[in-house]
């Protein structure tokens, strides 16, 4: 089974969302290289496909895909900073969690935005690690 880090990026109720030229809209993340954490390779990832760096990253839970075990980070960035599509990335925006279930995406993608969703009413600075240890033992 492939290993990948995927990152929520949520700011005023909507989530950060990339998509490849001619390519379904997905989470940021990627695969996890030979000797890299999750944890770092989300880091990478984030920043490598959007330009964004996180603040904080938090650890929430793991999902099941079709042949893909995502570990799924929530990232903190910093509220001005904007997002660019940079690297294989062609395009990044933010979408409300309704309108993801609308868009051309894998099934992955619409199964952690709902699960993450589903659990959180808002997310507030400071109420991450209650979000963290609510997620945690959530099985997708």
Known sequence: MKERATVLCVRDSRILLVARLRSRWALPGGRIRRGETPREAALRELEEET??????????????????????????????????????????????????????????????????????????HGGLRRISEQLVDVAP
Do not use: D
């Open 51 to 124: 330009t964004l760096t996180a603040t904080e990253l938090t650890y929430l839970f793991q999902f099941n895909g079709f042949n893909t075990l995502h570990y799924v980070f929530f990232a903190e960035v910093a509220y001005q900073s904007i997002a660019q599509p940079s690297n294989e990335i062609a395009k990044c925006k933010w979408f409300a969690p309704v309108k993801v279930g609308t868009l051309f995406t894998s099934v992955p993608t619409r199964g952690i935005v709902e699960l993450f969703f589903r659990h959180v009413a808002a997310v507030e």
